[in-house]
């Protein structure tokens, strides 16, 4: 997996939303973008990371900053996922994961024995200009939030 260059215009995407709305990237120039992968829409882990993101929202807002969440999941899964734990921010559905590649976000994986092709969890940060600043590829989804607000607060 290759991940797109820092320093370097973010690759562009347009994804259909929860509610089935199409978001592209270049719709947030001038605001600093977090653009994370995680592999399933209500999974252990992804509820965990999604529920932090939702509660820091004043925070992300106050560092000019919006986050999308891409999966391959449905937006129909997407919209459960949204309804059931209050989330408050974009969920982009990558059903193809056309986008996850373009990032270099899919590829092998390895569950419980078994081998097969997903999303590795991973955030991006865009800065203002759509300028790829910062990949995280060792996410820790109870500090996510804090993680990413903590490299804009200081870096962008």
Known sequence: ???PETGKKAPAFSLPDQNRNTVSLADYLGKN???YFYPKASTPGCTVQACGIRDY???FEKLNTVVLGISPDAPQRLINFT???DLNFTLLADE???VAEAYGVWG???FMGRVFDGIHRTTFIVDADGI???VMDKVKTKTHHEDVARY???NL
Do not use: F, S
């Open 1 to 3: 997996m290759t991940y």
């Open 33 to 35: 973008v977090v653009v």
């Open 57 to 59: 929202k004043r925070v």
């Open 83 to 85: 309804e059931k734990q």
């Open 96 to 98: 193809d994961h056309a």
């Open 108 to 110: 092998e994986k390895k």
């Open 132 to 134: 790829l600043r910062q």
């Open 152 to 154: 804009i607060e200081e």
